[in-house]
């Protein structure tokens, strides 16, 4: 699993183990290592496309934002960053927003496709306040097509790091945006095969 935190939570789940282990479970260092190796957490810094590189994260809340930032400082430092962002409106976006938006080349903002949603015009305008290259998207789709035209532009012959897009937020439209991956990739391998 990638991710600063991550680590912290593995550690916490073992210390769990060692008080059932305690308790009367038997729960081996094998199972605990086979565990470990095969954990898989959805929409936790999961990359879900390599070309352009593209990351989603549930980073919503002014903690989460720190650790995204922590694990973005750790090892893509190298790499210009645009940023799709969506929240609702009951959590803590400016935040959020103060922490994360000085590592991004560029900023579009999404309205979660759900009742609590922030509109991303509202988003937008409050992202201004921390970034001069943010825009409004009129989908989900939309925000990811125009990133990964951006990243194309910002890639450099011979560039070693190519930019990535990093989708962070509500969990609740990462999942339209993996959608939305899927049939930009198919859109682009039917075109490409006619």
Known sequence: LLGAYQPENAVCAI????RLNGSGFAI?????????RNTVWPGRFEVIGRSPLVVIDGAHNEDAAKKLLETLK????NRKIIYIIGVFKDKEHEKMLSVMLPLAEKVYTVTPPAPRGL????????AGKYHGNVQCAASVRAALEAAVQDAGQMTEVGQLHKPMILAFGSLSYLGELK??????KSDREISVHE
């Open 28 to 36: 081996g260092d094998d199972t605990i290592r086979a565990a470990l």
């Open 179 to 184: 959608g939305a991956l899927a049939r930009i």
């Open 119 to 126: 509109p991303g015009e509202i988003l937008c305008a409050e």
């Open 74 to 77: 750790l090892g893509f430092t």
């Open 15 to 18: 210390q769990a183990i060692h």
